[in-house]
């Protein structure tokens, strides 16, 4: 066996495309059907996973994927799936999916309440200083939230005791971000003096952690900034310190550095395989963490490029020199 298929799968493979297929932890990797049947080249970018049927092209012009099945069905015209993998394996997949499907478009719209700045003037200035007063229009930022109580009654937020006792404190003193997904509201405190800084409302549930995204200045590309606070993406994403926009897809958020969920979370939502990682770092967080991180996650990226802001704590500080730089 190899993994989840039948050794003869392997030579199936190699009779079929042609190639020797190369094994690893996670992965059956071989020449893709559609992309490179004639191609005699040893870089081969089909993936099979070894842990469930299913496969994907990593190939900038196919990037094909799908359920093993349709590799069979594209190389003999029928499907004899069930020569190389036992039919309790595929309906066990099939059932998990469609249960992880059904939770994924359950999720409900959140709604987000009308902006109005001249009631909460001091957010507004708060949000112009951490803005470096850059003139975005606030109808720009995606996802900001000013009426906490507008808020949580427009989508019948549950009324937790925690939510209960500190819903006024984050009406009068925090501006908040919803997430991509709607799964989670990201408040942050106005008055840095306040011990309580940051507050993380659950909205509903979802199998991956959720994230603040910002656009990038290319779509194809597959660079993806990552930072802790999203106050660290807006800089850069507003004044280009890296000078690295046009060549970025997406910037990401999640108010917490445990990049390894955020990554999982990237590669399913955004359908970016082996993606360029650029880490806008936490001058708290050592260059260990960072290493141990590229080797935990070696299969999913490609590279990994580390950023410190050398004139204060991070890059959502008034100053920022990014010349602390390391290619891991």
């Known amino acids: 066996m190899v993994g989840i298929y039948n050794t003869d799968f392997i030579d199936y493979l190699e009779e079929k495309l042609k190639c020797k297929a190369k094994i690893n932890s996670s992965n059956i990797i071989v020449r893709c059907p559609w992309c490179e049947l004639n191609n005699n080249k040893d870089h081969y970018h089909l993936h099979i996973s070894i842990e469930a049927p299913i496969f994907h092209c990593f190939h900038a012009s196919c990037e094909r994927s799908g359920i093993v099945r349709k590799i069979i069905l594209a190389l003999e015209g029928k499907d004899v799936s069930s020569k190389f993998i036992s039919k309790e394996v595929l309906d066990n997949f099939k059932k998990k ?182 880490i806008l770092s936490d001058n708290g967080i050592p260059l260990w963490q960072y290493k141990n991180f590229k080797k935990e996650a070696s299969s999913m990226i490609n590279t990994l490029k580390v950023f410190y802001n050398k004139k204060g704590k991070d890059f959502g500080d008034s100053k920022v020199s990014p010349t602390d730089y390391y290619a891991l």
Do not use: C, W
Request: cysteine-free; aromatic content about 12%; charged content about 25%.
């Open 97 to 278: 999916r469609s249960v992880f499907v059904d939770k994924e478009e359950t999720r409900k719209n959140i709604i987000l309440p009308t902006l109005n700045p001249k009631s909460f003037i001091l957010k507004q200035l708060y949000l112009d200083k951490r803005m470096k007063f850059s003139n975005k229009p606030l109808t720009d930022i995606n996802g900001l939230i000013f009426d906490v109580h507008e808020f949580i009654r427009i989508n019948n937020i549950q009324m937790t005791e925690t939510l209960l006792r500190i819903k006024e404190y984050l009406h009068s003193n925090f501006i908040g971000f919803l997430t991509e997904h709607g799964t989670t509201a990201i408040f942050r405190n106005i008055d840095d003096s306040q011990t309580m800084r940051y507050y993380k409302l659950k909205i509903q549930e979802s199998n991956f952690i959720d994230y603040y995204k910002l656009p990038g200045g290319n779509p194809n590309s597959k660079k993806i900034v990552l930072a802790e606070g999203i106050f660290d993406i807006f800089g850069e994403h507003i004044f280009n310190y890296l000078n690295i926009k046009n060549d970025v897809k997406l910037y990401a958020s999640v108010l917490s550095s445990k990049y390894s969920m955020l990554l999982k979370s990237l590669i399913y939502h955004e359908q970016i395989f082996h993606p360029d990682l650029i």
